[in-house]
């Protein structure tokens, strides 16, 4: 009887360590809290040979004062910036807290930090002007304005667009006076053949007729094909400006909207062109476009 009170004081003791242990795997354990994480842009990793992992130190001003250890967990790519272009993004993202951590003022306490500025992502873009109104004239004293407007950028971009302009519609009319010159002479070479049609009664209204059709053929294929070389040339030139200023910003882009444009240009200008060459040529009686 003793002996199996003794066995009995054993498996109960032995499952009190059981339970013990299994409620220790569930409980926190006291280690040392774990170490701040950081994202690099992948500029920074390349010229530093920095990797995912790796520990780095960070302080606020170069002599390193107050510097803080932190581990690498990513690497992403910079947003693209136009206005930024040449020069090496050499940033990292960090949690706000610890970035509070390492640029506060030693005498400014804790939750007692201010801000310049604060950007917001609406769900609709399009409501970025009605939303900046709203908040102007319900917090007096704040700003608000689509990031488009900020520091001159959107002013920039609208000089630049309109310089394109002014340099696409130069291109145009020079283009258009060339086309209608080289019209001419082809035109010129055609004059016997026009001549005879003329003598066989056909009209000078039925020959342009077959000129429009025939220059709107010719300058439709001459659009597609320079359309199909530009969607050629888009690639090369995006990978090339890209590897040359280490950036992901697109350069060209041959949008449906571009290749339209290029076609209500180009096709009406190109029959124009040959029904005005034509034009001037039929004016002249058959007899005189036929002679030799």
């Given at each position: 009887m003793e002996a199996h009170r003794r066995h009995g004081a054993v498996n109960r003791c032995v499952f009190a360590v059981a339970v013990l242990l299994a409620l220790t795997a569930f409980l926190p354990s006291a280690q040392t809290p774990e170490m701040p994480t950081i994202l690099v842009t992948r500029q920074l990793a390349a010229l530093e040979g920095l990797?995912?992992?790796?520990?780095?130190?960070l302080a606020a001003d170069a002599g390193?004062?107050?510097a803080?250890?932190?581990?690498?967990?990513g690497i992403y790519e910079p947003t693209p910036d136009p206005m930024r272009l040449g020069s090496v993004p050499r940033a990292?993202?960090?949690?706000?807290?610890?970035?509070?951590a390492l640029t506060r003022d030693p005498a400014v306490p804790a939750g007692a930090e201010h801000v310049d500025s604060i950007n917001i992502t609406l769900v609709d873009p399009a409501d970025a002007e009605r939303f900046s109104r709203e908040v102007t004239t319900r917090a007096p004293g704040v700003l608000a304005?689509?990031?488009?407007?900020?520091?001159?950028?959107?002013?920039?971009?609208?000089?630049?667009?309109?310089?394109?302009?002014?340099?696409?519609?130069?291109?145009?009319?020079?283009?258009t006076v060339f086309l209608l010159a080289l019209t001419i002479m082809l035109v010129d070479e055609r004059r016997e053949t026009a001549g005879v049609l003329r003598l066989i009664g056909l009209p000078a209204r039925r020959i342009l007729l077959q000129?429009?059709?025939?220059?709107?053929?010719?300058?439709?294929?001459?659009?597609?094909f320079g359309l199909a070389l530009a969607w050629g040339a888009e690639g090369l030139i995006n990978r090339f400006f890209q590897w040359r200023y280490d950036t992901a910003l697109v350069f060209v882009r041959i949008t449906p909207r571009v290749a339209a444009t290029c076609l209500a240009i180009a096709v009406p200008l190109g029959a124009t062109a040959t029904v005005g060459a034509s034009w001037a040529?039929?004016?002249?009686?058959?007899?005189r476009l036929a002679r030799r």
């Open positions: 990797a995912v992992g790796d520990e780095v130190r390193g004062t107050g803080q250890t932190f581990r690498i967990a990292v993202r960090m949690h706000l807290p610890d970035l509070l304005r689509p990031t488009t407007q900020a520091a001159g950028l959107g002013t920039t971009f609208v000089v630049l667009e309109r310089f394109h302009t002014a340099i696409a519609a130069v291109t145009i009319i020079a283009a000129v429009l059709v025939e220059g709107v053929l010719v300058a439709s294929v001459g659009a597609l040529l039929l004016r002249r009686g058959g007899l």
